[in-house]
C-alpha cells in the first residue's frame, strides 16, 4: 500500500529532551516536508527537500532540524524542544519534477512540557 | 497581509446544494494551487489541484483559477453530508515551498 507513515503519532516529553520524529514513503517520491498544525494558524511549512541531501526552510524552520540521506525518509530533530512547539505534525511527499501534490502522513501530536 | 486567505466560516449549506469556497493569495508569481480536504482528526487530503486559468472539474468538484485577480475556488455540487470537512487551500509560489491557508470549515445539512 501507498503511504507515508510516522513515528511515534504521539509524544509526550519534557523541555529540552531532544527528540527525533521519523518519516518515510514508499512512493519513491522526490520531495517530501513537514509541517506543523496549530488551531487558528493553519498548516505552517517546517522543512522541505526536493531531492537527497537537498533541504530548505519553510515558514517556521526556528528550533528544528531536518535530514535526507536516503530517498524514503526524512527525518524532523529537535534538538531542545520547548512548549511552543507543542503541536501537531504532517509529513508530506510529493512525485516531484514539478508535481506538487502532496501525500500526507497520518500525524504526530507532540506535547512538550 | 496573509499569504493565503481563506474565510474560515463555517460554511453551512443543505444537502443537494452548491458549497463555493474562495481563497485569495499574495504572490503573484505562484504557478500551483491545490485543495485539500481534512475531516477532523485526520490528516489532510487532496481534492484538487490546478495549474492554469480556467476551471477544473472532477466529479462533483470544479476548482476555479484566476491569476490575474489571485484568487482559486473550490465549487462542491450535490454537496453531502459526507463532505462536511476543513477545505484548506495551498499554494506553492517557488520550488516546493507550500503556504496554505487557515482553511474554511464546512458543514453539509442533512
Known amino acids: 500500500e501507498a503511504q507515508v507513515t510516522q513515528n511515534p503519532r504521539y509524544l509526550i516529553t519534557v523541555t529540552g529532551k531532544k527528540l527525533t520524529v521519523t518519516c518515510s514513503q514508499n512512493m519513491n517520491h522526490e520531495y517530501m516536508s513537514w509541517y506543523r498544525q496549530d488551531p487558528g494558524l493553519g498548516l505552517r511549512q517546517i522543512y522541505y527537500?526536493?531531492?537527497?541531501?537537498?533541504?530548505d526552510k519553510g515558514d517556521v524552520p526556528e528550533g528544528y532540524k531536518v535530514s535526507r540521506k536516503e530517498k524514503r525518509n526524512f527525518p524532523l530533530i529537535l534538538e531542545s524542544p520547548s512548549p511552543n512547539q507543542t503541536s501537531l505534525y504532517f509529513c508530506?511527499?510529493?512525485?516531484?519534477?514539478?508535481?506538487?501534490?502532496?501525500?500526507f502522513g497520518p500525524g504526530t501530536r507532540l506535547t512538550v512540557t | 497581509q496573509k499569504e493565503v486567505e481563506q474565510n474560515s466560516g463555517p460554511l453551512s449549506v443543505p444537502e443537494g446544494a452548491i458549497a463555493s469556497l474562495n481563497c485569495t493569495y499574495s504572490d503573484r508569481g505562484s504557478q500551483s494551487f491545490f485543495w485539500y480536504r481534512q475531516y477532523s482528526g485526520k490528516s489532510p487530503e487532496l481534492i484538487m489541484s490546478?495549474?492554469?486559468?480556467g476551471d477544473k472539474e472532477d466529479g462533483r468538484f470544479t476548482a476555479q483559477l484566476n491569476k490575474a485577480s489571485q484568487y482559486v475556488s473550490l465549487l462542491i455540487r450535490d454537496s453531502q453530508p459526507s463532505d462536511s470537512a476543513t477545505y484548506l487551500c495551498?499554494?506553492?509560489?517557488?520550488?516546493?515551498?507550500?503556504?496554505f491557508g487557515a482553511g474554511t470549515r464546512l458543514f453539509v445539512k442533512a
Open positions: 508530506a511527499s510529493s512525485l516531484g519534477t514539478g508535481t506538487y501534490e502532496q501525500y
Open positions: 527537500s526536493m531531492n537527497v541531501e537537498v533541504t
Open positions: 490546478i495549474y492554469s486559468n
Open positions: 495551498a499554494v506553492t509560489p517557488v520550488g516546493f515551498k507550500t503556504i
